[in-house]
């Protein structure tokens, strides 16, 4: 059946794509500013999708409405949005910057009805709603302080923003001819490009080498290169709000980690957010068309 894939490959998605939160915090432990950590992994990343899609699929035929997709996609979707989830983290701390993927569904839902992407349905709203108040039950009942500078408060909501805009474009423009290895590759090349100018025109991206430091990095890039894969062929098979439910996946294995690694505890909150949680992906699933939605697009 069309799409029966989607939620293991949006669970996988979002778990790989999660882990970034907790080595965000490890590498700003270890001399990495938010900047370096953003741009070196996703470019060592673009590179080996690169050479991945090159030996599976074949070179591919540059154009400039591809390039400029791809231009669109690495900004929207990487360059903006993780570096300020990275700085949020290493200035506020890993829950606050959380809070930004907990709002990426509802952003999405209301980006997608501003442009008239789909139609107003009261089962995906509410499931977007219940899927929210879990969400944010868990982070706030987590008991970290959340007071934090003005510059990050001012951040949080501007990172579901843009990452609400990136899916409903890809939605929208994603080139159904291009392997999902070469969007991955091409987006993250020019997200790095983006980041690779800010830093040089900034002096932001300098760090201290060390042997810690470069292993956050190459965590972050390994986890990167089969995240950002399935992450492409996500985006063929789900549309916008569904997709955006990833957001909580990253979420949630940010806050796993945290247990698991950091010796963080759970709130007595979080069976009741997480069963909010679960209850929402029932009703997201329950509400979303199987097939795909994608194969149709094309490039403005």
């Given amino acids: 059946m069309p799409g029966a894939g989607i939620w293991p490959l949006l669970v996988g998605t979002g778990v790989l794509l999660g882990l970034s939160i907790p080595i965000a915090k490890a590498a700003a432990a270890a001399g990495v500013p938010a900047l370096a950590y953003a741009l070196w992994p996703a470019a060592l990343a673009s590179g080996v999708l690169a050479l991945l899609a090159a030996r599976r699929r074949g070179a591919w035929r540059p154009s400039l409405p591809l390039l400029r997709y791809a231009a669109i996609s690495g900004f929207l979707g990487h360059a903006a949005p993780m570096t300020a989830v990275f700085w949020v983290s290493a200035q506020a701390g890993a829950g606050f910057a959380s809070l930004a993927f907990t709002l990426t569904p509802v952003t999405t839902l209301a980006i997608s009805l501003l442009v008239r992407h789909e139609r107003f349905s009261a089962l995906r709203a509410l499931a977007v709603a219940i899927g929210f108040s879990g969400a944010l039950v868990l982070v706030l009942g987590r008991g970290e302080s959340m007071h934090a500078a003005t510059a990050a408060v001012l951040l949080v909501p501007l990172i579901p923003i843009f990452i609400g805009g990136g899916n409903v474009y890809r939605a929208l423009h994603t080139p159904p001819g291009t392997p999902a290895e070469w969007l991955a590759a091409l987006s993250l090349a020019a997200s790095s490009a983006m980041l690779l100018a800010a830093g040089a025109a900034t002096g932001t991206l300098a760090f201290a080498p060390g042997v810690e430091a470069f292993a956050w990095i190459g965590a972050q890039a390994l986890a990167m290169v089969v995240g950002y894969g399935m992450y492409f062929e996500l985006i063929r098979r789900a549309e916008p709000v569904t997709f955006s439910f990833m957001g909580y996946v ?48 094309t490039i403005p």
């Avoid at 796993?256 to 690694?261: E, I, K, R």
């Avoid at 069976?271 to 199987?290: E, S, V, Y």
């Fill in 250 to 297: 990253m979420m949630l294995t940010g806050v796993a980690v945290g247990v698991g690694l950091f010796g963080e505890r759970l709130p007595l909150s979080a069976a009741p957010a997480l069963l909010l949680i679960a209850t929402a992906f029932l009703m997201i699933h329950r509400a979303t068309r199987i097939t795909p939605r994608n194969t149709s697009a």
